[in-house]
């Protein structure tokens, strides 16, 4: 009965000790589980949305941070969205998604362009945008009934447009970057802030440029504070204005608050009472922006929004400061695939020519015409 005794005593022993080996291994492994799903998981998915790595070979040299950045492309500007994304995906080794939206008839040009020349390894999604959610929205002047433009709003439906993003570049399509485009993606945006602008007044541009420029960058210069609606909102009007032609939003905060729907509802107050400013002739995508966003949002770095190239002919900036910009914004009347614009050929460097021949360098023929 000993003997029995001790082997009852042995193995239950070696029950605990295999029980204590099997606890240690399943922390071990559970330990293992975190590690690995935090590591593959650095855009906060759930661990349900385990994907598996890309084999090597179709890997490229391209690492696998995923960065969502969208751009509107319009039939008459295509070659500028198409210079926009070639020079984006040249710098950059993370793998940049296009989100480009655009009109239903501009798809199979746009398709074509894409698929036929240096830039088929593009990773992107056309997405067709649709002029009727702006009904009631914007106000159409039947005389200039050609000069709404619809896909100048899309940058407000964003996470329409990009369903699964946690955060997105917009970026307007008379730009050229420089630099690497995670840089921007990477920029930290304040808790609560839903998107990060550059800021008209501190930015390197107007410091560097700007004169006598008047009320241009200010909150007056947008928003007409004769109207009750727009005094009432208590925002001052010296306040810096913002450009939206390049932004980060976080679209988790920017559903939190529900910034599409407060956008519409200034776009249709506009059109009932008129808030905006009369000066800044055209400018109807700003002003909402300008109220939703009022001392709510973060900063990016104005090297990453080098603009007003477009907004004359000469030249504003010394070479090596053009060189040095992070991103080029030819906002203004003289793009750089249209008349003379400054800089002209930094752009042109970017350009992918069109292979049905339909958008040609205007700028090519008048300077030949001028040359005469």
């Known amino acids: 009965s000993s003997k029995f005794s001790v082997n009852i005593s042995i193995l239950v022993v070696a029950v605990v000790i295999f029980l204590l080996v099997l606890h240690h291994n399943f922390l071990g492994l559970s330990d293992f589980l975190k590690r690995e799903l935090s590591d593959s998981n650095p855009l906060g998915l759930q661990p349900i949305d385990f994907i598996p790595a890309a084999p090597q070979r179709l890997a490229d040299e391209r690492n696998d941070k995923e960065i969502s950045v969208v751009i509107a492309a319009s039939d008459e500007r295509l070659g500028g969205a198409v210079a926009a994304m070639n020079s984006i995906y040249r710098h950059t080794r993370s793998n940049v998604v296009f989100h480009i939206v655009t009109l239903n008839d501009t798809v199979d040009h746009l398709r074509l362009w894409l698929s036929s020349t240096a830039l088929k390894n593009l990773r992107y999604r056309i997405l ?26 899309a940058r407000f439906y964003l996470p329409n447009l990009v369903p699964h993003a946690e955060k997105v570049i917009y970026v307007d399509d008379d730009v050229i970057v420089q630099d690497d485009i995670l840089e921007l993606y990477s920029t930290p945006l304040k808790p609560g802030h839903a998107a990060a602008f550059s800021d008209d007044c501190d930015s390197t541009t107007n410091k560097v440029a700007v004169r006598g420029a008047g009320n241009q960058y200010n909150y007056i210069g947008f928003l007409d504070y004769k109207k009750e609606t727009i005094r009432k909102l208590a925002m001052k009007a010296n306040t810096c204005s913002f450009n939206p032609g390049v932004f980060v939003a976080n679209l ?24 905006y400013s009369r000066t800044l002739a055209g400018s109807i995508t700003t002003p909402p922006l300008l109220i939703v966003f009022y001392k709510q949002h973060s900063s990016i770095d104005p090297m990453w929004n080098v603009r007003h190239l477009g907004s004359s002919a000469g030249k504003r900036y010394s070479p090596q400061f053009v060189k040095a910009a992070k991103l080029l914004h030819w906002n203004g009347h003289f793009k750089p695939w249209g008349r003379t614009a400054s800089y002209a050929e930094v752009w042109e460097k970017w350009y992918v020519p069109d ?4 958008f040609s360098l205007i700028r090519r023929h008048s300077e030949a015409y001028e040359a005469k």
């Open 128 to 153: 067709d945008f649709d002029p009727r959610v702006l009904e009631g929205k914007v106000q159409v002047d039947p005389q200039k009934a050609d000069t709404l433009k619809p896909l100048t709003f």
């Open 252 to 275: 988790t905060e920017w559903k939190l608050q529900n910034i599409t729907k407060q956008l519409e509802k200034w776009m249709a107050l506009n059109v009932a009472e008129e808030l």
């Open 355 to 358: 292979p049905t021949g339909k």
